[in-house]
């Protein structure tokens, strides 16, 4: 029997892909420091091509930062908040790279 190829929509090629930062990573910035993706680039966080970076909720946070990225889970932002820090979205994430 002969395979038929698959056409017509494929939802994949429209998803929006974020690079992931674990909360714990952010433990090596200093108390008060702007946390960005560009902050994060530099100390190799996050690395690769992707529509912006997300921060996951996972270890705990001990220090009081701003973080600046383009999504946040929701165990992430609450342990930033409860650590006095601030969460902030950015509006408009990057155009996503074609795979």
């Given at each position: ?24 990573a952010l433990n090596r910035f200093e108390d ?6 560009q902050a994060l680039r530099a100390v190799g ?15 705990k946070l001990t220090r009081k930062l701003t ?33």
């Amino acid at each position: 029997i002969r395979r038929m190829p698959k056409r017509g929509f494929n939802n994949a090629r429209h998803a929006v892909r974020y690079l992931p930062v674990n909360l714990e990573a952010l433990n090596r910035f200093e108390d008060g420091t702007r946390v960005d993706e560009q902050a994060l680039r530099a100390v190799g966080l996050a690395n690769g091509r992707a529509a912006g970076v997300k921060i996951l909720g996972a270890g705990k946070l001990t220090r009081k930062l701003t973080v600046v990225v383009h999504a946040f889970s929701a165990s992430a932002r609450t342990q930033i908040e409860g650590a006095g820090g601030i969460c902030e979205v950015v509006v408009k994430p990057a155009k996503t790279p074609t795979p």
